[in-house]
């Protein structure tokens, strides 16, 4: 199991960045993809981003496509989600999470630990 916690959420204005850490402790992400994902009030929680550690290989949401990076420090044991060009529509409790599983990534039930959320409000 690993412990995850997230910062740097806030309050941005649209067209705005943010930088999203996720940094884990207990055991380092060594096996492990880790997923970013959202949920807004009164919506299901969905995928937005995720990166296998150890190859690096990344995959978006289509709605985040070109605007997201999903990026990892292994020195620091910390993956980053650098949002740029946000929108009110990106307004959400933001989650990072981490599974053993190697398909269906996608997929919030796939995924064994989790953060405990960081606010993103996109204000137009």
């Known amino acids: 199991q690993v412990q995850l916690v997230e910062s740097g959420g806030g309050l941005v204005q649209a067209g705005g960045s943010l930088r999203l850490s996720c940094a884990a402790s207990?055991?380092?992400?060594?096996?492990?993809?880790v997923g970013w994902f959202r949920q807004a009030p009164g919506k299901e929680r969905e995928f937005v981003a995720g990166i296998n550690w150890s190859s690096g290989t990344t995959y978006y949401a289509d709605s985040v496509k070109g605007r997201f990076t999903i990026s990892r420090d292994t020195a620091k044991n910390t993956v980053y989600l650098q949002m740029n060009s946000l929108k009110p529509e990106d307004s959400a409790v933001y989650y990072c999470a981490a599974t053993g599983k190697r398909f269906n990534l996608r997929v919030p039930a796939n995924y064994d630990d989790w953060g405990q959320g960081t606010q993103v409000t996109v204000s137009s």
């Open positions: 207990g055991r380092t992400f060594s096996g492990y993809a």
